[in-house]
C-alpha cells in the first residue's frame, strides 16, 4: 500500500475546505473516508491511490448520522450505517425495498462498518478494473482501451454500455432509491444543493472514469425517500450466484400503487445488468394503467430490456433480467400493506 497523509474533519465545511486545498479537490488525489470498505480495499490493490485521506466520521454527531421518518417520508445520512438502516424497525415496514435492498448487500460486518454514502458511491466489480496487470481500463486507466470487450464478460452489463466500458454498477440500494423517487442533499463549496438520486450516476459513453456528477469536494449527506403508496408496496428482489455475501448478477426494485387489481402508479430499476442503476422507464409505461396480469408483466419484462447488448458470456442476463423483473413485480402485487 502507497503512503498516504491522514486527516480528519469535525465539520462538513472543515472536510470540503481541505479537500479542495489539495491536489484539485476529492476527485483528484484526496478522498473522503468513510467505512473504507471499498476504499482501502482498492487502495490495497493499488487500483486507488490517493494521496490524502480525509476521515468524515466525526461527522456522524450530526445529520450526516441520523435516521428519522416523518409524515413527509423518510430521511437518512449519508453516515448511518447499512446495519442500522437495514434494521431500522419502520424502515422495515413502511419501506420494504429499503430494508431488503440493504439487507441483501455484502455480509454482517461489513454492513456494520459500510456507510449509506459509500455504499452508492462504490466502484465496478469489473475484474480487470480491480487488477492492475491489466493496463487496458478505461476507467482506471483513461484512454488505455477495455480488457473486457473480448475478454471474460460474464459480470458485465447488457444495459447502458459503450464501446469503451461495459463494467455493471455493483450495488443494490440505489437501484430502490431510484424506483421510489429519492432525492439526494449535497453540500460543496457552493452550499448546499438537492437533486433526484436518479441523476447521480453517469453511464460510461466515451469517459467512463467520471461515474456520478459531484463536483471535487462535494459531500452526499442525506438522502430523502418520500413516504408514497409506491414506498409501502416495494420489493428488492436479488438473483446471484450463492445465496449470501455475493452481488447481484440480476436484481429488480419495484414500488407499485394499485387499485383493484389496475396499476395506477409504478417504479422499476433495475441492478446487476446496467452501467448504473438503471430506471426502466419505458417498462413502467406499459403497466401504467394496466390490468396486473401475466400478459402486462410479460409486456414489462421484454420492453425493460429491448436495447440490451451482451457480449460473449453475458446473454444469459437478459433472460435472467426479465424473470427477475416479473418476480418482484408479482411479489409486490401481492404484499400486505
Ligand atoms: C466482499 C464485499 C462484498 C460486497 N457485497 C455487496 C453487495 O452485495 N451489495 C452492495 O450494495 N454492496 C456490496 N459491497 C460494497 C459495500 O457495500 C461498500 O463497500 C460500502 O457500502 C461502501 O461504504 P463505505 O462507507 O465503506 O465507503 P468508503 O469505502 O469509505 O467510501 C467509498 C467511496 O465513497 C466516497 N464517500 C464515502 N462517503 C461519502 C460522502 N458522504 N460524500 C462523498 N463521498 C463519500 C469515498 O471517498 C470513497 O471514494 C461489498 C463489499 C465487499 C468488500
Ligand atoms: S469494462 Fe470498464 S472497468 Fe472493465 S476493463 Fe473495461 S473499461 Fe475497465
Redesign the pocket.
Known sequence: MRPFTFDSAATPREAIETALAWNGG?NGTT????????????MKLDV?R?ER??D?NP?RSSE?GRIAIGDGGLWMG??V??ADAAEHPDIVRHFPAVAQ??Q????QQ??N???????????T?CPYFRDVSYRECNKRNPGSGCAALDGFSRSHAVLGTSDQCIASY?????QTLIALDAMVD?AGPNGLRRMSFAELHRQPQSRPEIETV?QPG????SFFVPATPLARRSVFL?V?DRES????LASAAVGLDLNNGIVRDVRIALGGVATVPWRASQAEAVLRGSVLDEAAQDAAARVAFSGAQAREHNGFKIELGRRTLKRAIAQAAVLEI
Open positions: 476529492a478522498h473522503f473516508l468513510a467505512g473504507g470498505t471499498t476504499l482501502i480495499d482498492l486507488m490517493p485521506l480525509i468524515i461527522l450526516f449519508a453516515l450505517r447499512m435492498s440493504l441483501l448487500a455484502a455480509s461489513i454492513r462498518m459500510a456507510t449509506l454514502g459509500g455504499n452508492v458511491l462504490q466502484r466489480r455493483p450495488g443494490d440500494f440505489a449535497m459531484i462535494e459531500l452526499i449527506v436479488k446471484r455475501y455475493e452481488f447481484a
